[in-house]
T-cell receptor, first 112, second 113 residues
Framework: KAGVTQTPRYLIKTRGQQVTLSCSPI?????VSWYQQTPGQGLQFLFE???????NKGNFPGRFSGRQFSNSRSEMNVSTLELGDSALYLC???????????FGQGTRLTVV | DAKTTQPPSMDCAEGRAANLPCNHS???????VYWYRQIHSQGPQYIIH???NNETNEMASLIITEDRKSSTLILPHATLRDTAVYYC??????????????FGKGTKLSVKP
């Protein structure tokens, strides 16, 4: 069974640009969550989607958004990128929010 | 804030057992203890979880005290590849989203030859 797949693995963007990251959950998993990891703040929860609806949201500005498709695949978007958005962005999936959560390898975003 | 307290770092000799402690004194009756680890720059990897009984799988054992206020993750024969940051997390395992995992700073385990 394939794990959580995130694309791309690495990305370099310029301040002010926007970026879209993609996540394919484990087959059969309907809950997809996104996390941001930085050296200063550690791992922080961004949002969670279940059945194409955002069910939980962390304390991040509106520049961070996401969506989930009918096949449970998810994308997150960051608009008007700032240097501080440089981070490892992690996607995680679980069956339905109940049970063990599995993480992808992350997308390393660098904003210059 | 994370509901757990872990030592910031630990060392372990290769081949020996690594015992990683976690305090969760405010855990409620319906909260599970989960352990994840993160090898440098990779995504966190699920290790094991439990409610009140001790648990064992192919990766590790989890010992939860009777009052459930603390637990210990045991890696029976640590290898260099077990060098990672280990996170202990408590959360409910039912009823809606489990998506909001709250990670503390974890324990950086260094396995030395």
């Amino acid at each position: 069974k394939a794990g959580v797949t995130q694309t791309p693995r690495y990305l370099i963007k310029t301040r002010g640009q926007q970026v879209t990251l993609s996540c394919s959950p484990i087959s059969g998993h309907r809950s997809v969550s996104w996390y941001q990891q930085t050296p200063g703040q550690g791992l922080q929860f961004l949002f969670e989607y279940f059945s194409e609806t955002q069910r939980n949201k962390g304390n991040f500005p509106g520049r961070f958004s996401g969506r989930q498709f009918s096949n449970s695949r998810s994308e997150m978007n960051v608009s008007t990128l700032e240097l501080g958005d440089s981070a490892l962005y992690l996607c995680a999936s679980s069956l339905d929010g109940q049970g063990t959560t599995f993480f992808g390898q992350g997308t390393r975003l660098t904003v210059v | 804030d994370a509901k757990t307290t872990q030592p910031p770092s630990m060392d372990c000799a290769e081949g020996r057992a690594a015992n990683l402690p976690c305090n969760h004194s405010t855990i409620s009756g319906n909260e599970y203890v989960y352990w994840y680890r993160q090898i440098h720059s990779q995504g966190p990897q699920y290790i094991i979880h439990g409610l009140k009984n001790n648990e064992t799988n192919e990766m590790a054992s989890l010992i939860i005290t009777e009052d459930r206020k603390s637990s210990t993750l045991i890696l029976p024969h640590a290898t260099l590849r077990d060098t990672a940051v280990y996170y202990c997390i408590v959360l409910m395992n039912y009823g809606g989203s489990q998506g909001n995992l709250i990670f503390g700073k974890g324990t950086k385990l260094s396995v030395k030859p």
